[in-house]
């Protein structure tokens, strides 16, 4: 299992989850993306794109999980923006089943009250800022962590125009189609991060999966919100854990059927 985090989210916030798998038996394998958490480097961070953490840090994070493990069954775990870069990378094609966790599309009218003014906020406030500063500061208004301000600028892009495109500005959602495999695509209802109908409109793309949809119901689980990073948290309800990881054996067990 490989983890495909979200936007400047160091790969530790998925530790917690990634034991709980190891526990049940999976190998895990997480990263950060270039200029993120243990991936930082002064000489390029700058320069790097969300081509680059699409085409270059997943597909290699896939090929290490396959080289040390030579797994019989090889998924992914996308969260946030990994959904969107996972349907551009090269190891769409490698992997044989992916759940998506409150990935979404970024466009404004896909969100509704304070998810909507938040985007339209990152999409004006980030850019101004980046383009003033040449970066983007860390604070509460911003993002905690510090990554790549064309990565940023590139993210902002794709939310203003409603279109995935490359550093040149082709086009590149057609390629979502060519994964073909068991894909479960994951809502948290009190996520406004992730909306119902941002979350669709991203799964939407993967046309030729084999695609399930679940939503997940924080009260079914306890009192708290899980919105959308409290799924990580050391804290989150484990029963919350063990449902996702039938879902991953079930995708598991349709990889196999697909095969035989």
């Known amino acids: ?21 190891a526990r ?3 190998g895990v394998l997480t990263f950060d993306y270039r200029s993120v958490g243990a991936s930082k480097d002064s000489a390029s961070d700058a320069s790097a794109t969300l081509d680059d953490w699409a085409r270059l840090d997943i597909t290699a994070a896939v090929s290490e999980a396959r080289r040390r493990a030579a797994p019989q069954f090889l998924a992914v775990f996308a969260h946030s923006i990994g959904g969107q870069l996972l349907g551009q990378s090269p190891a769409r094609k490698e992997i044989d089943a992916a759940l998506l966790l409150a990935a979404q599309r970024g466009i404004p ?19 101004l800022l980046i383009r003033t500063l040449g970066y983007l500061p860390v604070s509460k208004l911003t993002l905690p962590e510090r990554c790549s301000a ?4 590139q993210w ?29 695509a994951l809502t948290v209802a009190d996520d406004d991060y992730a909306p119902a109908a941002a979350v669709e409109a991203l799964t ?10 679940e939503t997940i119901e924080p009260q079914k689980y306890g009192p708290k ?3 959308h990073f409290g799924f990580f948290h050391p804290r ?25």
């Open 109 to 127: 009218r896909l969100f509704k009250g304070r998810g909507r003014l938040r985007v339209q906020y990152a999409y004006a406030v980030f850019a």
């Open 1 to 21: 299992m490989v983890f495909i985090p979200a936007l400047a989210a160091p790969q530790e916030y998925c530790r917690f989850f990634a034991a709980f798998l």
């Open 24 to 26: 049940k038996g999976w």
């Open 225 to 227: 919100p899980i919105g």
């Open 204 to 213: 939407a793309l993967y046309a030729n999966a084999t695609a399930r949809r």
């Open 156 to 184: 902002i892009r794709w939310g203003r125009t409603g279109v995935f495109t490359d550093e040149r500005g082709v086009n590149v959602e057609p390629g979502f189609a060519e994964y073909r495999g068991p894909l479960t």
């Open 236 to 260: 989150a309800p484990r029963a919350l854990w063990r449902d996702v990881e039938s879902w991953l054996r079930r995708m598991e067990d349709e990889a196999r059927s697909l095969k035989a």
């Open 150 to 153: 064309q990565a940023l600028l």
